[in-house]
């Protein structure tokens, strides 16, 4: 399971690590992504995963019906691993949707903590196997991403 919730702009500067990822995991992988609906299509048409699962942010965070829905199609998707690779994390998005695969493996970056209170920071840490650190100084989004699938 893939987890890419961000705007369409952070889509576009992730979609190439996106395909190198794809790529990495090989064809015999059964790759899912949860994708803002916003670009779904387009991550749909680059062919970046098998499955993309369309999720509306807005109701992700403010219909709990919507979220109790989410997290039973997430939950019962049988996923071995979850990936985030956002460097800004959001505890009610990506996080709580990594948390709700009941992946063996979850994996995310530390992030930028500049959408996550420690509090909540430290509670939504424990939700992943592996937290990868990225380096110090500021990087282009795109670095970041080479970064990460460097680490990974």
Known sequence: LLVRLDAIGDFVLWSGAAKVLRSWLGADTHVTLAANEIWADLAR???????????????????????????????GGGFS?????????????????????????????????????????RWADRWYTRLIPLPDGVLHETERHAEFLRTL
Not at 51 to 57: A, F, I, K, L, N
Not at 93 to 120: K, M, Q
């Open 81 to 121: 691993v979850a990936i985030n690779p956002v460097c800004t994390r959001e505890m009610m998005l990506g996080d709580s949707v990594v948390r709700w695969s009941r992946a063996a493996e979850r994996i995310g970056l530390e992030g930028d903590g500049s959408l996550l209170p420690p509090r909540e920071r």
């Open 45 to 75: 048409d680059a062919g970046i995963a098998d499955e993309v699962w369309p999720v509306r942010r807005q109701a992700l965070e403010w219909d709990g019906r919507y979220r109790d829905e989410l997290r039973a199609r997430v939950g």
